[in-house]
């Protein structure tokens, strides 16, 4: 150390080391390396705190032996170094062996060394590391020598804090991208199985949740209990690493793998998950921490189970763990189920980063579970919408077949009715005949003929009338129903059309009208195709009113009268005369037996259908059902 | 001799139904068409109407409708291939209503009925 133009030169070449890269090893490398060739130094080591803060663990180092250095750890407060780090302090100590605060380290062969400096590494009130320099003769260190060695420790914590800052942003951004992967992945399927395993397979994966088991619970509403869903977990922990090299490695066709991987369902036999799923809680309070966790939609972190008031004893001996954490799943602000982690091999404590990823991956399952409902939910209204335009197809031909039948009948009716009326003219006139001749007997046989010919004619005309009444009444399978509730039924078929349409719908229903005895399905017809002629008069909105309300009606009959009011404008004269007539339609795609069926329907039932035409404003439909249906 | 004028499209059922009539000791006009029957109906004064509902041109229901029209008093019995018009209440106007069979036996009792023969004399015979 020469003069203070040298210093100068020093802490130039430190900025420039600090500036070149962000490499916290390689900086710190350099730097000693800067400090060997300026000062005179015999070793030179920097320590850096652990995640811990009771650790120092040597960084970097040059003059020690290099074979032991990488494992040192210094406790803060014990030796010189941990005085340092304890008390913020530099200490310049020619003969070091000797101070009271002195511990002989092995690994550093500090026999070798007599004198040293240390100065600790502050990031604002914080010392996060100490570095020291040694030397192997006794010698005092002058105020420049400890005033540059000062000046480096603020350029090292700079580095150090821009690392740290660097690794954290890292860590983050692989985060976002785990999270992002996770939710491409979990979109290319619609099954539950399939993303829940996504997303249980990211929380245990090392690098993202890094959890070693994780289980999810979900609440079945019909039975109001909490049940095991899935469970990942030891017998597929190397599975889930194995996984997730995989994953790292495979980042092209990542999602094509992960959906693959998920469709074997190779956890399905592990019997973590069979243990998961044979757990099954009723939603009560005071029932266990799962419970709680959906009743108070709140997240636990339970550190000692043992000591956890919401913990039972049964609890921790079927998950035979004593640290776990629960957090719900909620969509929509409904509790949906409950996801449980713990790390029941590696015992590591959960820490906050841990939550709160576990949290950000529970909205994802969320998500998933609730999309999977939808999705159900919009299969089984496709369902039976299907089914419903199925049956009203099939009821629409049938009723054209009885047109039909009611015509070919007609045809055959007539010639039926003359061979069979002639025929018993024959046979009428031959027995006269044969009372007058001699050969009785042979003109006898000419009139049994002809008795064949009437009997078989009967037998037609019968088989014709059963046909006719066959096709006629239809059969009706009434069972005592809910009117307002087939209402809503049929409405809800309809939402989407209504909302395109921008139309209103405005319910008027009576909820106390007695239950009429109905065939479900066929007056649900008749309500479709109402609500929709409804629908198609007003294309371009309107507001639809539909009132149920007892009803004194002629003579004083008590009815139950249903009302569908649009504002569609109304029909046109020329077609309001014909709507009743089958095969009379003004739409390309129906048949005309939409309104003419209805009425059929509606007679079977012993009811009449009105339709109130205010040409210019709309159509108001009048339903009226007998309350006492007499049972015919 | 009381006077039947049976109205059908069909050529055989008018031969049949004018047979066996006849047989009864009716005297039997017969019409194809109902404008046809119109005709009939100036000429001969029958006593009463046997009257098919389908037919080509007008109808058996429009026919009626038309005989009261013009304030007629005769007897009408319609006569259908099948039952379904039973239910419409435009055959209400009719006197009876038959469902069209091999066997006559129905039809011959409604018209014994009507023109109340073995009973009280009916007011619209002439």
């Known amino acids: 150390m020469k003069d203070s133009k040298q210093g100068l030169e020093i802490f130039q070449d430190i900025t420039r080391i600090a500036n070149s ?15 060997q060739n300026n000062l005179h130094i015999h070793a030179c080591a920097i320590y850096i705190t652990d995640d811990s803060k009771e650790f120092f663990s040597l960084r970097a180092a040059i003059g020690l032996p290099s074979d032991t250095a990488q494992s040192i750890q210094l406790g803060i407060g014990k030796g010189i170094t941990g005085w340092v780090a304890e008390h913020n302090k530099t200490l310049a100590l020619s003969d070091a062996h000797n101070d009271p605060r002195f511990v002989y380290f092995p690994e550093i062969e500090e026999e070798k060394f007599k004198s040293m400096l240390s100065v600790p590494i502050m990031v604002e009130e914080l010392c996060i590391g100490v570095i020291n320099i040694h030397n192997e003769e006794q010698r005092m260190y002058s105020d420049l020598e400890i005033l540059i060695m000062e000046t480096i420790a603020s350029q090292v914590s700079g580095c150090i804090r821009n690392a740290m800052l660097f690794n954290k942003s890292q860590m983050l951004l692989k985060e976002q991208t785990i999270l992002y992967d996770i939710s491409q992945a979990v979109q290319t399927s619609t099954k539950l199985e399939h993303g829940l395993w996504i997303i249980l397979s990211g929380i245990t994966m090392g690098e993202a949740g890094g959890f070693n088991r994780a289980m999810v619970f979900i609440i079945n509403e019909n039975t109001n209990t909490l049940r095991g869903f899935m469970g990942l977990g030891p017998d597929s922990s190397e599975d889930a690493f194995r996984i997730w090299t995989q994953w790292g490695r495979k980042k092209k066709n990542m999602l094509e793998w992960v959906v693959n991987e998920a469709d074997k369902n190779e956890y399905k036999n592990s019997a973590f998950n069979q243990f998961v799923q044979s757990m099954n809680f009723p939603i009560q309070p005071g ?12 997240s636990f972190n ?30 929509h602000k409904e509790v949906l189920g409950v996801i449980l982690v713990d790390n029941r091999y590696n015992n590591k404590p959960i820490s906050d980063e841990q939550l709160r990823l576990l949290t950000r991956f529970a909205t994802h399952a ?23 335009r199925e049956q009203l197809i099939q009821s629409e031909k049938l009723a054209a077949l009885g047109e039909i039948s009611a015509e070919v009948t007609h045809e055959i009716k007539n010639p039926l009715v003359s061979i069979g009326g002639f025929a018993r003219r024959l046979e009428n006139r031959i027995k006269i005949l044969a009372s007058k001749y001699e050969d009785e007997k042979e003109l006898e046989n000419i009139a049994d003929y002809s008795k064949i010919i009437r009997s078989e004619v009967d037998r037609m005309e019968k088989l014709l009338t059963n046909i006719l009444e066959y096709s006629k009444a239809g059969i009706l399978q009434r069972n005592p129903c809910d009117a307002n509730e087939l209402i809503e039924e049929a409405v809800y078929l309809f939402q989407s059309g209504f909302y395109m349409k921008d139309i209103t719908v405005q319910f008027r229903l009576d909820k106390d009208i007695p239950h009429l005895s109905l065939d479900k399905t066929q007056f649900k017809q008749v309500l479709i195709n109402l609500l929709y002629n409804a629908m198609e008069s007003m294309h371009s909105g309107g507001n639809l009113t539909i009132a149920t309300y007892p009803e004194n009606y002629v003579g004083g009959q008590k009815v139950i009268t249903l009302c569908i009011e649009d504002t569609g404008g109304g029909i046109p004269q020329d077609i309001y005369e014909n709507i009743f007539n089958p095969f009379f339609t003004t739409k390309s795609t129906g048949t005309g037996l939409g309104l003419s069926i209805s009425r059929k329907i509606i ?15 709309g159509v108001t439909v009048y339903i009226r059902l007998p309350l006492q249906i007499s049972p015919d | 001799m009381k006077k039947i004028l049976v109205i059908d499209d069909e050529e055989n059922i008018r031969f049949l139904y004018k047979e066996e009539l006849e047989e009864l000791g009716y005297q039997v006009t ?7 029957a119109m005709g009939k109906i100036q000429a001969d004064k029958p006593d009463i109407i046997t009257l098919d509902i389908k037919m080509p041109g007008m109808d058996g229901i429009e026919f009626m409708r038309k005989l009261k029209e013009e304030k007629s008093d005769i007897p009408v019995i319609l006569c259908s291939a099948y039952g379904r018009y039973k239910q419409d209440f435009r055959v209400w106007a009719s006197d009876a209503y038959v469902v069209k069979s091999a066997d006559l036996s129905e039809l011959k009792l409604t018209i014994k009925e009507i023109l109340g023969e073995g009973g009280p004399s009916d007011p619209h015979t002439q």
Not at chain 1, 304 to 330: C, E, G, M, R, Y
Not at chain 1, 371 to 379: A, E, P
Not at chain 1, 604 to 617: D, L, V
């Open chain 1, 603 to 617: 007679e079977m039932h012993g009811g009449t259908i009105q339709i109130e035409n205010n040409m210019g404003r």
């Open chain 1, 366 to 388: 969320s998500w998933v579970i609730e999309n999977s409902r939808l999705f159900t939910k919009l299969l089984e209204t496709n369902r039976e919408l299907l089914s419903t």
């Open chain 1, 21 to 35: 890269t962000l490499d916290l090893d390689e900086t710190l490398e350099k730097i000693i390396e800067v400090i």
């Open chain 1, 302 to 331: 339970v550190t000692d189970a043992d000591k956890h008031p919401l913990v039972s004893n049964d609890f921790i001996q079927s998950l035979q763990t004593n640290a776990f954490a629960t957090v719900p799943l909620i969509a």
């Open chain 1, 287 to 298: 029932e266990n921490i799962l419970v709680e966790t959906v009743l108070q939609k709140n």
């Open chain 2, 30 to 36: 017969v019409a194809a068409t109902a404008e046809e």
